[in-house]
């Protein structure tokens, strides 16, 4: 059905809710992306930092992304809009991070795409070989581009048949299953010989590397992995009906993501250390260790591997479809498109921004901008610069412009639900995030080798204010 005027979609059902928001939040930035910041960072004391981070800002900026989405039935530029036309800058910067996002994500849902059928074609057979054969595969001009573009266009079915049909609907399905066999695989992962001295390196915090800049890895990680400071949330709020009890759900969807960090952590480290290899690799990780992990197995180890990347690929899913409805939302919102027309301009621009930064780690690798090449533009601007200064831009919108009546009716739906830690929440959101995200960052930025890259990216946001009244 194409509605871009009328009446709003609706979540189909409670669960329905649940699992897409979780599955937005469960993503490849917990078994991807986490293990390898984990290993770069030094173990525990980051994994500490993270769900410091996840559990006290985190939870409350989801919170109120949540209120806003529901309260205004709006995504993310219409929601701010709605309360003043000085703050939709703060929206643009959320539809641009989830288009920003958009450029590296679908190039590793690819490459876990590819590894689903890797696993049974001989990926497993010499697990000398298997770095090697990851390195060459990534960075070929022809492979990873198609596994990508194949990745993307599923993003675009789920999204063109829009939330409860598509997005609920497969979420429903694919977020258990991948649940089910995360515990499995963990478990596998713990009872290798020598996995203690992975579950050492992830649970015995050393905090003596630690820098600015794991606190703002940490802070970056932590938005980026409960889908946050991008106005997806508030997106998938706007979708939600009158009788939910927002912050409960917020804290079970924050519970359930921090769990599969930490699951996939159990799952990785143990099993890296058992075969001595580097825990600070870099984003081959999960790509290398794991199929290592399975090629040990014997005639069983594909099957396992087959099932592995699977279980990866829907969770990326799940994550990928929200960015890109977060894009979807704004034209449909804002633009007056409709859905099908709306999601075929997003797919379309983003099979190209997929292709420059899958490029960019062969065919163009020398290409540089702002010192790094596409993949790592687009990572780097969200996760250390975008992301928590839309958490930032929301926190002190939440709790300095929006009316503290109106959030107190919104998160109680209206008195007849009890959210006892309101005040609290609203001291958080009001007054502890702003001056922990100002601080995080000042130190992150400081202490960061990206230093043109990060002025490029924090004056794009002051060009956005900027021109905000025109957005
Ligand atoms: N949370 C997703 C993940 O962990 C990524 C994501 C970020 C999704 C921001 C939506 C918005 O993979």
Not at 222 to 244: D, P, Q, R, V
Request: with cysteine.
């Amino acid at each position: 059905m194409e509605k871009s005027q009328g009446k709003r979609e609706n979540w189909g059902s409670r669960f329905g809710f649940l699992m897409a928001a979780a599955g937005s939040a469960v993503g490849l930035g917990n078994i991807w992306r986490f293990p390898y910041m984990t290993g770069k960072n030094g173990g525990g004391a980051f994994i500490l930092i993270y769900a410091v981070f996840a559990l006290v800002i985190g939870l409350s900026i989801m919170v109120a992304e949540f209120a806003i989405g529901r309260r205004t039935s709006l995504a993310a530029v219409g929601a701010y809009k709605k309360y003043s036309k000085n703050w939709t800058f703060a929206g643009v910067l959320g539809v641009l991070s989830a288009f920003f996002i958009m450029g590296f994500y679908p190039v590793v849902g690819g490459w876990s795409l590819a590894y689903i059928f890797k696993s049974v074609t001989g990926l497993l057979a010499d697990q000398g070989a298997i770095e090697g054969i990851f390195g060459s595969f990534i960075s070929a001009s022809g492979e990873p581009i198609i596994w990508m573009a194949i990745y993307l266009f599923i993003n675009v079915f789920i999204v063109a048949k829009g939330v409860a049909g598509g997005i609920e609907k497969a979420s429903s399905i694919l977020m258990p299953t991948l649940f089910v066999l995360f515990i499995f695989i963990a478990i596998r992962s713990v009872t290798l010989p020598g996995a203690g001295a992975g579950l050492e390196f992830i649970f015995k915090p050393d905090f003596s590397e630690v820098t600015g800049s794991t606190f703002l890895a940490a802070l970056g990680q932590a938005f980026f992995s409960l889908s946050l400071g991008m106005g997806c949330m508030m997106t998938y709020g706007s979708y939600l009906n009158k009788e939910e009890n927002l912050p409960n759900n917020a804290l079970l969807v924050t519970l359930m993501d921090t769990s599969v960090a930490l699951l996939s952590g159990i799952a990785i480290f143990p099993a890296l250390f058992a075969f001595g290899m580097e825990p600070a690799q870099g984003p081959g990780l999960v790509f290398v260790v794991v199929p290592s992990l399975f090629a040990q197995m014997g005639t069983l180890g594909p099957l396992f591997s087959v099932v592995f990347f699977i279980a990866l690929t829907v969770a990326a899913l799940t994550s990928s479809v929200s960015l890109l409805e977060v894009v979807v939302a704004y034209l449909m919102d804002e633009r007056q498109m409709p859905r099908k027309k709306s999601v075929s301009i997003a797919g379309g621009i983003m099979v190209i921004t997929g292709m420059l930064s899958s490029l960019s780690m062969g065919a163009l690798s020398g290409v540089s901008i702002f010192g790094v090449g596409f993949f790592d533009f687009f990572d780097i601007l969200t996760d250390k610069i975008f992301l928590a200064i839309g958490g930032l831009l929301l926190a002190v919108f939440v709790g300095w412009f929006v009316n503290k009546e109106d959030l107190k009716d919104e998160l109680t739906n209206s008195g007849t639900v009890s959210f006892g830690l309101f005040e609290v929440w609203y001291g958080v959101v009001k007054y502890v995030i702003p001056v922990a995200i100002a601080i995080v960052a000042v130190m992150g930025i400081m202490a960061i080798e990206q230093t043109s890259l990060m002025i490029f990216g924090v004056g794009l946001i002051v060009l956005l204010a900027a021109i905000s009244k025109k957005l």
